[in-house]
């Protein structure tokens, strides 16, 4: 049985930023448009209902992609604040420890390259979330993890009106679920960006990638949070090709990213990257529609639920990318100087 919606917590930032906006005589307010208000508070300055300066939570479970890199060049040159970075398994990264090791001589590197703003990443043990026969979301049994405690945390510090937290996702949407599970009002602080499923001819799937790795989790986050799915993917050996290896920084995040590069899947679907890109480079998208849940989706143990098109939907589906430009933006902020503080 289908568990009841909850349009409130689904809706709940627009509707607050309207009110806010109404309140300080604002001219009309719409996600995605170009409008800038007279309070002060300007609307969103790309296609989706955040920016880059909405802080981001990382979750994710190994690399083999460049949405850390992205992550932490954004954070160091006016991009989205980091709050957290959360790092779990999948069936694509299986070893915990493993996932954060990689991620650590991410770190590591930045740091001492100069960057600064990182956070610490953190192992979150998790399994996929278990449907409960009554089909209640609520009687949902929490895994309790590390990184749906962050979610919970780091937003109630970070969000404020008007600037929810992101939390870009690239692996599965369990800790992002279990966050609800734990706090219900998370999803009143919390916009999530997920690089998940494909798009189809009627809206948008989640399915592979990511998509079929906990389905009961896609199911609580499309019916309790405010969500953006990217289904739209690139090779990530597109943003840095050997050629450019020459003209890396010299420095320890510049020798980490070449030691890296080989490694790099030339696969479009790996392209993680996509969900921070997104939320953090407004250029980034280029196509977008509001959806809705299907209101005749059933529950499907091996996919989430099916996205349809709604104007007045709570969700988002990006279905257009300027890889090009995310591209030409990596390789210039790992060039420049001003990026190390020099």
């Given at each position: 049985?289908?568990?009841?919606?909850v349009?409130?917590?689904?809706?709940?930032?627009p509707?607050?930023?309207?009110?806010?906006?109404?309140?300080?005589g604002?001219?009309?307010?719409?996600?995605?448009?170009?409008?800038?208000?007279?309070s002060?508070?300007?609307a969103?300055?790309?296609?989706l209902?955040?920016?880059?300066?909405?802080?981001?939570?990382?979750?994710?479970?190994?690399?083999?992609?460049?949405?850390?890199?992205?992550s932490?060049?954004?954070?160091?040159?006016?991009g989205?604040?980091?709050?957290?970075?959360?790092?779990?398994?999948?069936?694509?990264?299986?070893?915990l420890?493993?996932n954060?090791?990689?991620?650590?001589?991410l770190?590591?590197?930045?740091r001492?390259?100069?960057?600064?703003?990182?956070?610490?990443?953190?192992?979150?043990v998790?399994?996929?979330?278990?449907?409960?026969?009554?089909?209640?979301i609520?009687?949902?049994?929490?895994?309790?993890?590390n990184g749906?405690?962050?979610?919970?945390?780091v937003?109630?510090?970070?969000?404020?009106?008007?600037?929810?937290v992101?939390?870009?996702v690239?692996?599965r949407?369990?800790?992002?679920?279990d966050?609800?599970?734990l706090?219900p009002?998370?999803t009143?602080?919390?916009?999530?960006?997920?690089?998940?499923g494909s798009?189809s001819?009627?809206?948008?799937?989640?399915?592979?990638?990511?998509?079929?790795?906990d389905?009961?989790?896609d199911?609580?986050?499309?019916?309790?949070?405010?969500?953006v799915?990217?289904?739209?993917?690139?090779?990530?050996?597109?943003?840095l090709?050997?050629?450019?290896?020459a003209?890396?920084?010299?420095?320890?995040?510049?020798a980490?990213?070449?030691?890296?590069?080989p490694s790099?899947?030339?696969?479009?679907?790996?392209?993680?990257q996509?969900?921070?890109?997104?939320?953090?480079?407004?250029t980034?998208?280029?196509?977008?529609?509001?959806?809705?849940?299907?209101?005749?989706?059933t529950?499907?143990?091996?996919?989430?639920?099916?996205l349809?098109?709604?104007?007045?939907g709570?969700?988002w589906?990006?279905?257009?990318?300027?890889?090009?430009?995310?591209?030409?933006?990596l390789?210039?902020l790992?060039?420049?100087?001003?990026?190390?503080?020099?």
């Amino acid at each position: 049985m289908k568990s009841a919606r909850v349009p409130l917590s689904a809706v709940r930032w627009p509707a607050l930023l309207a009110a806010f906006l109404t309140a300080c005589g604002t001219r009309t307010l719409d996600a995605g448009s170009d409008v800038t208000t007279d309070s002060g508070l300007d609307a969103p300055h790309g296609l989706l209902p955040v920016d880059e300066r909405n802080p981001v939570i990382l979750s994710n479970d190994g690399t083999g992609n460049w949405y850390g890199l992205y992550s932490i060049l954004f954070a160091n040159t006016g991009g989205p604040r980091l709050g957290g970075i959360a790092i779990n398994t999948s069936a694509y990264a299986t070893n915990l420890n493993d996932n954060l090791a990689a991620w650590q001589a991410l770190v590591t590197a930045a740091r001492d390259s100069g960057l600064r703003g990182i956070p610490e990443p953190i192992g979150s043990v998790s399994v996929p979330l278990v449907r409960p026969s009554s089909g209640n979301i609520d009687a949902t049994t929490a895994n309790g993890s590390n990184g749906a405690q962050l979610i919970v945390d780091v937003s109630a510090q970070l969000a404020a009106p008007g600037r929810p937290v992101v939390v870009a996702v690239g692996g599965r949407l369990t800790d992002v679920a279990d966050a609800y599970l734990l706090d219900p009002t998370v999803t009143e602080r919390v916009v999530v960006v997920a690089s998940l499923g494909s798009g189809s001819a009627n809206g948008a799937v989640m399915g592979a990638p990511n998509g079929e790795l906990d389905p009961w989790a896609d199911w609580i986050v499309t019916e309790r949070f405010q969500y953006v799915q990217v289904s739209a993917y690139y090779a990530p050996t597109l943003d840095l090709p050997s050629s450019e290896l020459a003209n890396l920084p010299d420095n320890a995040l510049g020798a980490f990213v070449a030691s890296e590069q080989p490694s790099i899947a030339d696969v479009p679907t790996m392209a993680d990257q996509v969900a921070v890109l997104a939320a953090g480079l407004p250029t980034f998208v280029t196509a977008v529609e509001r959806a809705e849940q299907d209101p005749k989706a059933t529950y499907d143990s091996k996919s989430g639920p099916a996205l349809v098109p709604n104007d007045s939907g709570p969700h988002w589906l990006v279905t257009g990318i300027d890889a090009a430009t995310a591209g030409a933006r990596l390789r210039q902020l790992l060039r420049d100087p001003k990026t190390y503080g020099e």
